[in-house]
């Protein structure tokens, strides 16, 4: 039994279908991991917030801006924003009726898999890699997204699971 035949597209077919220039920040979804651990996700998240035309939230860490240098290698600049108070960042943009959606291991979290598109401004947080989101910030959540897993290992790295949050949201995946 024979599927369907798989059309491979050219090279010149996919570079015409991209975008030209580096996208502005449209301030609609953003990837918040705000208490990064290794700078080499952030770089990995940064490409992938390019590809759904998302943003990048980070701390204004002494080690962040180096990390992120070192890890983009998109053409161009990349759509950044630095945030120097997380819980105070996260409370004014849900004051500003933003979706903060936070990325975390909890009881009644919502399966990635039903996570519906992003159809407002919307805001991915993810946590540290060994201890999560902190607890005074839960409570900035609106939602809780669990990304199920069946293997030995409690979760992803961070570039991962905000790749995997962010194609949902975007409404790819």
Known sequence: MTGPAVRVRKPRELKAARRRH???????????????????????????CDAVGACLAVPKWSWVPEALRRGNTLPGKACVHWVHDPEGWLAQRRAEGVRVV??????????????????????????????????????????VVE?????????????????LVLYKLAGFA
């Open 22 to 48: 580096h996208h502005q920040c449209w301030d609609h979804l953003t990837a918040a991991p705000l208490w990064p651990q290794h700078g080499a996700n952030l770089g990995t998240l940064l490409r992938s």
């Open 102 to 143: 936070g990325v975390e291991l909890a009881e009644d979290a919502t399966r990635l898999a039903d996570v519906p598109m992003a159809r407002q401004r919307t805001i991915a947080v993810l946590g540290h890699e060994r201890r999560g989101i902190p607890p005074e910030v839960l409570d900035l959540l609106d939602e």
């Open 147 to 163: 990304i199920p897993m069946i293997g030995a290992g409690a979760s992803l790295n961070v570039a991962v699971a905000g790749s």
